[in-house]
């Protein structure tokens, strides 16, 4: 299982932008779909973007797209979460993981490696 760290969370006025990062280690070669979950308490985690290893495609929640970039340059091991137009309702703390699988990546019991998630707040 591959270590993952995630950074670029905080607070921000709605309408405004953050960009979160994950960093993976400890896992060989960069064949494994990277992506992003959202919780808030009491809640379930919920997905929110995907990209699949093999070909780059990328996969977003209905709430999200057109707003939110996944991004994995050179498909290194490194993703990245493009937030912008945030809303109050984008408050939760953002989670990102790895899985080996190339389908269903919409759903976390895809994914076998997950990071301890960044908090993200938007204020209106």
């Known amino acids: 299982q591959a270590q993952l760290v995630e950074s670029g969370g905080g607070l921000v006025q709605a309408g405004g932008s953050l960009r979160l990062s994950c960093t993976a280690s400890?896992?060989?070669?960069?064949?494994?779909?990277m992506g992003w979950f959202r919780q808030v308490p009491g809640k379930e985690r919920e997905f929110v973007a995907a990209?699949?290893?093999?070909?780059?495609?990328?996969y977003y929640a209905d709430s999200v797209k057109g707003r939110f970039t996944i991004s994995r340059p050179n498909a290194k091991n490194t993703v990245y979460l493009q937030m912008n137009r945030l809303k109050p309702e984008d408050t939760a703390a953002y989670y990102c993981?790895?899985?080996?699988?190339?389908?269903?990546?919409?759903?976390?019991?895809?994914?076998?490696?997950w990071g301890q998630g960044t908090q993200v707040t938007v204020y209106s």
């Open positions: 993981a790895t899985s080996r699988n190339l389908v269903e990546l919409n759903t976390q019991w895809a994914y076998d490696s």
């Open positions: 400890g896992r060989t070669g960069s064949r494994y779909s």
């Open positions: 990209i699949r290893w093999s070909d780059g495609d990328t």
